[in-house]
Antibody
Framework: EVQLVESGGGLVQPGGSLRLSCAAS????????MTWVRQAPGKGLEWVAS????????YYADSVKGRFTVSRDNSQSTLSLLMNIVRGEDTAVYYC?????????WGQGTLVTVSS | SYELTQPPSVSVSPGQTASITCSGD??????VCWYQQKPGQSPLLVIF???KRPSGIPERFSGSNSGNTATLTISGTQAVDEADYYC?????????FGGGTKLTVL
C-alpha cells in the first residue's frame, strides 16, 4: 500500500524559511516523479513543483520559482520542499503526491501558515 | 499559461446523473484526470487518462474528453458523492488544475 506522510509544516514569519518533508513507502520511490500541490484555505488545488525519479529536472510553478526548491533522497525515500522568502499567499496545506500526469496517491497534507 | 475552467457548482438529485465539465484549449489533445475531495480529506483520483478508473472507484464514475471539453459523469449519484471535484491536465511539463466544482446532492 502506498503511503505518503508529510511533515514540517507550521507557523513561519513573512520572509522566513521552512522545509517540508514527505516520507514515502509502499512503492519503488526512485522510479516515480513526485509532486507537491498546495491548497490555500477555502481555495482550490495549485501545483507547486515536481521532480523526476533521479532528482534532476525539477519543475516549478511561476508563483514559487526562485523561492522554493524541491529535492529528493532516494536512499531514504524522502521528498523535500525548501520554502524560502515565504509570503502570506504561501499559506496553505501542502500535499505530496505520487507521479505528475496523474496524481494517484496523496499524503494527508501539512499546514503552513505565514504570518507575523 | 494553460488554463482549465470548471463551473463553480453543480446540483443533482439522488439517483440522477451528474455531469461536471472542464474546458481548455484543445483539451481533447491532452489526457485529463479527475479528483474528488471531501471536506477535511486529501484529494482522491477517480478518473485518469480521460476515462480510466483506478482500482476501487465505483463504476458509476466515468469520463470523456473531446474537442475543448472533458466531462466527469456520475451515474446514479449518491449522497456520498457530494464533494469538490477537480479536473487536471499536464501541459508543457506543468500540472494544471481546474478551479474545482462543488457537487451538491439534494
Amino acid at each position: 500500500e502506498v503511503q505518503l506522510v508529510e511533515s514540517g509544516g507550521g507557523l513561519v514569519q513573512p520572509g522566513g524559511s521552512l522545509r517540508l518533508s514527505c516520507a514515502a513507502s509502499g512503492f519503488t520511490f526512485r522510479s516515480h516523479v513526485m509532486t507537491w500541490v498546495r491548497q490555500a484555505p477555502g481555495k482550490g488545488l495549485e501545483w507547486v513543483a515536481s521532480i523526476s525519479g533521479r532528482g534532476g529536472n525539477p519543475y516549478y510553478a511561476d508563483s514559487v520559482k526562485g523561492r522554493f526548491t524541491v529535492s529528493r533522497d532516494n536512499s531514504q525515500s524522502t521528498l523535500s520542499l525548501l520554502m524560502n522568502i515565504v509570503r502570506g499567499e504561501d499559506t496553505a496545506v501542502y500535499y505530496c503526491a505520487k507521479d505528475w500526469q496523474q496524481l494517484d496517491s496523496w499524503g494527508q497534507g501539512t499546514l503552513v501558515t505565514v504570518s507575523s | 499559461s494553460y488554463e482549465l475552467t470548471q463551473p463553480p457548482s453543480v446540483s443533482v438529485s439522488p439517483g440522477q446523473t451528474a455531469s461536471i465539465t472542464c474546458s481548455g484549449d484543445k483539451l481533447g489533445d491532452k489526457y485529463v484526470c479527475w479528483y474528488q475531495q471531501k471536506p477535511g480529506q486529501s484529494p482522491l483520483l477517480v478518473i485518469f487518462q480521460d476515462k480510466k478508473r483506478p482500482s476501487g472507484i465505483p463504476e458509476r464514475f466515468s469520463g470523456s474528453n473531446s474537442g475543448n471539453t472533458a466531462t466527469l459523469t456520475i451515474s446514479g449519484t449518491q449522497a456520498v458523492d457530494e464533494a469538490d471535484y477537480y479536473c487536471q491536465a499536464w501541459d508543457s511539463s506543468t500540472v494544471v488544475f481546474g478551479g474545482g466544482t462543488k457537487l451538491t446532492v439534494l
